[in-house]
T-cell receptor, first 112, second 115 residues
């Protein structure tokens, strides 16, 4: 079963728009929630991450919002650019160890 | 500093053939793992290792074997390839930090087609 559910599967926005990608989880032992960005033909790379003791984290144009009670977290991309077009994966890690569980991925297209 | 190197980048196999996907990292990372990426299913963990001589199964281990004889290398073996194993395979590594943040460094991927 998928422990981290991600939506939508694909998303198209215009340049300057604010795409939002959502993830939900069930396992309350998760304590670290990263987002990975993948460009075509490349491996995923860490974009931004959050821990459940904060409700929001910003890095440049990328923001994670975290709702611990709802067991949901989301990625917002401010002033999106065509160069942001990529596949985005949310993930979660159990309390101990390095094992990450990934969501299904969202293919984002930002049109000029 | 090469990071995580995967070979080959592309491979076509016939059903029943065996092969090994190679993965090497030069960052002295303790943790190494193999994922497969399929459309609509995200990245699914196949096998992982927390150090030389230690391996464990992930979500989808059937049909695959791994070994970890050195810190640097973590090969993935397909014992008898099946069309269902057609996928893009990623090797990833990180320092093994029990309490800290884990930043997985991924290789560029190996695209496998099984006919």
């Amino acid at each position: 079963q998928q422990q981290v559910k991600q939506s939508p599967q694909s998303l198209i926005v215009q340049k300057g728009g604010i795409p939002i990608i959502n993830c939900a989880y069930e396992n309350t032992a998760f304590d670290y929630f990263p987002w990975y960005q993948q460009f075509p033909g490349k491996g995923p790379a860490l974009l931004i991450a959050i821990r459940p003791d904060v409700s929001e984290k910003k890095e440049g144009r990328f923001t994670i919002s975290f709702n611990k009670s709802a067991k949901q977290f989301s990625l917002h991309i401010m002033d999106s650019q065509p160069g942001d077009s990529a596949t985005y994966f949310c993930a979660a890690r159990v309390t101990s160890g390095s094992r990450l569980t990934f969501g299904e991925g969202t293919q984002l297209t930002v049109n000029p | 500093n090469a990071g995580v190197t995967q070979t080959p980048k592309f491979q076509v196999l016939k059903t029943g053939q065996s092969m090994t996907l190679q993965c090497a990292q030069d960052m002295n990372h303790e943790y190494m793992s193999w994922y497969r990426q399929d459309p609509g299913m995200g990245l699914r963990l196949i096998h992982y290792s927390v150090g030389a001589g230690i391996t464990d199964q992930g979500e989808v281990p059937n049909g695959y074997n791994v070994s970890r004889s050195t810190t640097e290398d973590f090969p993935l073996r397909l014992l008898s390839a099946a069309p269902s194993q057609t996928s893009v395979y990623f090797c990833a590594s990180s320092p093994y930090l029990d309490s800290g943040a884990n930043v997985l460094t991924f290789g560029a991927g190996s695209r496998l087609t099984v006919l």
